[in-house]
């Protein structure tokens, strides 16, 4: 006899295998590099249309497999890691249903499909993510059961009925899925960790050249969500601090090696203090920001001599921090001259005209405020804001000031600086991010990507470090346009009915699962029933709870599992439990007495009901054993007649 695992797949099974291939596939696709995606779904489409009669032969499937790893290996750069792996997994996967053409390979493809979804989470464990990787297990359980009706031989089961098991599995596991994630002890750092993302989104760095943030500042995704716990500070306060540069060799501004060691000057607060906290969406980088100063640092970070912040380890995950800033009146009174001489430091043999130029200036004003003045009042007066800034060749700073005249913020501040710089001025350049949208739909501030931003800090005697932005100059709607939303008249609906509304409705979506979901940490586990008056779970109390509501969700499961299955037939079922109601009252049929019988004794005992149930006894025994009597309208009329007979 043979195998029926080996008979070859039906035109209807075939597509509802690849279209939970795809389906698995498509979160994946939506986490990797957008070359390696599409190059992935191209392949997938075409090896299904060549294989689609006939499997392909071994030969070439062995150089497609080879070819395609190889490829994929030279997109990261034969760096074999978790982006990598998870490409190499949808290659191959796109090249499975080269070889599928019976059910046993239908089923091949499903359960090595599954593994798509689950493998996302390890690059994006966002609402979508979940949502589409549930439909696609979803889909995959759906076929399995269509495939295991298949293997037994049996009528094609359609599409309804095996999604409908398999949405049944589904819910039975909901229960033990809860308590699993609200009660499993959780521990406040992993045992073990993922490799680090190789293509996370970029993030704010330790260096800065002409044309690097073009990317960046075009990217509208959120860096990180902000919430004021009181006091919200002024738009013109709104300078997110990150990394601040010193050293520029005449084409790169760089933070230097040494720049964050020694113990930090003593910087003079204002008695303005914004307490906040800062939800910092995951990066390949350690660079922090913080509302220009921060008071302190959080556990877990260090704060440098310039008072940047950087994490203990790459912000690969989404993390939550609390922080306290308040604006300086005087910042670092003294400057020691180790540090004034770097922050006075030209590039050797670069930008001739740019350093004549500061010390001309040098010489005809001496002031260092009307330095200042004079180079904003030239910028103001001269340039042009655009992200569409011609290419600079070597003396970059004085192709820019002299020449295109055009640039945006990193122009702006690296030039601004070199010239501060010539003029005698120590000047540094400090990035970050400015600004934000406001989401009055969460109460929150989104900080994007592409509000990166870069400005200067000049030292002045008497006030230390002051800030200058050069690019608020040339273009203020470019630095406080974005933080202006906040005070705009209207309320939610208002907010949501701009071309912004669809974004912010999916940001505080997005927040508010980060918040439920992946906020949800060792400590909030300890505080989960804090309502219920205790307010903290031993780790103890963690297991007892889990293993007592795990129980009973396991129980529930076997339950549901073993009982009877609902009969399908809806008269039969009517029956049935007029047949259990009457069992209730002493007079249920017993197994092996026919159904006149059973209605001829009810009506010996006397029972009120017997003629209604003898009626309704004859009806039944002809819709099932009388040829040619029971249609759908008669027995839709007797299931309900069924059902509303009561014995008594």
Known sequence: MADPRARPLDDDSRRWTLLVAGVCLLPLLLQLPGPTALAIAATAVVIVA??????????????????????????????FGRDTGCAMLGAMLALKPSETTTIRDGRSLVGFALFAPFSTFLLDQGPWTLALGLTGALLGL??????????????????????????????????????????????????????????????????????????LLSDD??????????????????????????????????????IGLGARDHVQPSRI?????????????TQMVALDVPLAAPAGTTL??????????????????????????????QLPEPQRRRALALPRGYDPRTVALGRQL???????RAIVQYALDWIRRDFSYSLDAPPLGRDTVDEFLFKTRIGYCEHFA??????????????????GYVGGRWNR??????ILRSDAHAWAEVWLPGRGWVRVDPTAAVAPERIYDTVGEQLGEGGVLDTLQGPNGLAQVGDWLRQNWNDMVLGFDADRQERLFAPLGLKRMTAMQLVLAFGITASLALGLMVWLTMRTPREQDPVLRAWHRLGARYTRIGLGRAPHEPATAWAERIGKAGSPTARELQELTARFTDSRYAAGVADEASARRLARDLRAHRPS
């Open 50 to 79: 060549l294989s689609w009669r006939k499997p392909l032969s071994v030969g070439v499937r062995m150089l497609l497999a080879i070819t395609i790893v190889i490829a994929v290996a030279a997109q990261f750069g034969f760096n």
């Open 221 to 258: 995704t959120v860096a990180a969500r902000a919430h004021f716990l009181g006091v919200t500070p002024p738009k013109s306060a709104m300078y997110w601090r990150g990394p601040v540069l010193s050293d520029f060799d005449g084409r790169t501004w760089r933070r230097g090696d040494n």
């Open 273 to 285: 203090v914004w307490t906040y906290t800062l939800e910092v969406e995951p990066t390949d980088r």
């Open 304 to 333: 440098s001599l310039d008072y940047s912040l950087r994490a203990a380890r790459p912000l690969a995950a989404l993390t939550r921090w609390r922080m306290s800033s308040s604006p300086p009146q005087v910042m670092q009174s």
């Open 362 to 368: 040098r010489t005809r004003l001496h002031d260092d």
């Open 414 to 431: 690296g030039s601004f600086t070199l010239l501060m710089r010539a003029a005698g001025i120590p000047t540094r350049v400090v990035t």
């Open 142 to 215: 759906g076929a399995l059961q269509r495939l295991a009706t298949l293997e037994g031989e049996m009528p094609s089961p359609g599409l309804w009925s095996p999604m409908q098991q398999a949405l049944t599995v589904l819910a039975f596991g909901i229960p033990l899925a809860l308590a699993i994630f609200w009660l499993f002890p959780r521990i406040g750092t992993p045992l073990w960790g993922v490799p680090d993302r190789a293509t996370a989104k970029i993030g704010l760095s330790d260096r800065m050249s002409p044309g690097d943030w073009a990317q």
């Open 441 to 446: 739909l969460g109460g929150y501030w989104m």
